[in-house]
């Protein structure tokens, strides 16, 4: 058995005015009963436009436990967790939506479970709330991913879970923009375990994924952790040779055999068929090109308004907004 670990929970939030407070108030709870403190929780405002933020630098002025990094725009969840992984100071961070569709009362069991070394403890959801078409298709992208991808990513594991230290500082050295979270867990390895946990209805407001953007998520998983779709064109390619030679066999026979004129409508069908697997996987490169292209701009993956810490120097009862970039370079001067 290990100590007692100093948690970190990272939180981001997209227009929660609605669960804040009820947020804070059950994290904070749970912490508080934790050995192990002082613990920190790191609140990401992820560019929100109603009172979220207002409602978050609030709180952290009042409590030293709070951290609160304002982006200076909507980046989206997976890059505001990533922003969130840069200013956690945890030997473990907790990974945790906004919306208490994640219960922060699972919390003392991922740590028991790391307790008994386990660098990764993930939730496994059970009993989604969700619709059932929602529920079909994450079922459907779990398995579909697992089948694609040479890592065994867990099945139903959201990013909900905790991370040791060495796991988030690995992450944190991935470069990629296309941030797929519960992926880059599973790569970096070490001891992982997944645990069931419920996975409640949010708490208050509405879903910040379109089913637009859960698309991009997806495809953000397959595309970085699978080369399958570049390779379905090369099988598929060296089936339709194969077939068009037999087919090539065929017609030579009817044409000197049986001299009957054949074809026209075999003619049409081979040709939109073949154009539009031509198209579709021409796409799947340009997928690929583009990611590519995106990582070769190198641009930071996000920018940060303001952060709201009470300041370690002073007396502790004033709150600042320290120069965020600057903070952050003095941070890996001391790494
Ligand atoms: N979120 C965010 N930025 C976004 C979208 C969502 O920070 O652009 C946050 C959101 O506030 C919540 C978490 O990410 O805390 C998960 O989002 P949501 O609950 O809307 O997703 P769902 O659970 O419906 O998949
Ligand atoms: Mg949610």
Redesign the pocket.
């Known amino acids: 058995m290990t100590k007692d670990p100093r948690i970190s929970v990272a939180?981001?939030?997209?227009?929660?005015e609605a669960v804040v407070p009820e947020l804070l108030q059950r994290t904070l709870t749970v912490l508080d009963g934790m050995p192990g403190g002082p613990h920190q929780v790191v609140l990401?405002d992820?560019g929100s436009s109603d009172c979220t933020c207002i409602l978050l630098e609030e709180a952290a002025e009042k409590n030293p436990r709070l951290t609160v990094i304002a982006l200076s725009r909507?980046?989206?969840?997976q890059t505001?967790?990533a922003a969130a992984l840069d200013y956690v100071s945890g030997e473990v961070t907790i990974l945790m939506?906004?919306?208490l569709?994640d219960p922060p009362e699972a919390i003392p069991l991922f740590v028991e479970t790391y307790k008994q070394g386990y660098d990764v403890v993930y939730a496994q959801r059970v009993k989604r709330k969700?619709s059932w078409w929602l529920r079909a298709c994450y079922y459907l992208f779990y398995r579909l991913l697992a089948a694609l991808s040479t890592l065994q990513l867990p099945l139903d594991a959201g990013d909900f879970g905790l991370m040791s230290r060495r796991v988030i500082d690995e992450i944190r050295k991935m470069p990629e923009h296309h941030r797929y979270i519960r992926g880059m867990r599973t790569w970096v390895g070490f001891r992982q375990i997944g645990i069931p946990i419920e996975r409640a209805l949010?708490h208050a407001g509405?879903?910040?994924?379109s089913p637009l953007?859960?698309l991009k998520l997806a495809s953000d998983g397959i595309f970085a952790f699978s080369i399958v779709p570049l390779r379905a064109a090369a099988i598929l390619g060296a089936a339709a040779t194969g077939l068009s030679v037999l087919y090539a066999i065929y017609s030579l026979y009817v044409k000197f055999w049986l001299h009957s004129p054949q074809g026209f409508t075999a003619l049409i069908l081979a040709i939109t068929f073949l154009s539009g697997v031509n198209l579709f996987f021409l796409g799947i490169i340009g997928e690929y090109v583009g990611r590519v292209y995106e990582e070769a701009k190198g641009r930071p993956h996000y920018v940060v308004r303001k952060v709201t810490m009470q300041s370690q120097h002073s007396d502790g009862v004033t709150s600042q907004c320290l120069d965020a970039n600057k903070m952050l370079s003095e941070r890996h001067e001391h790494d």
């Open positions: 939180i981001p939030l997209y227009n929660e990401v992820d909507n980046f989206g969840h505001a967790l939506d906004g919306d569709q969700e949010r509405r879903t910040k994924y953007r859960l």
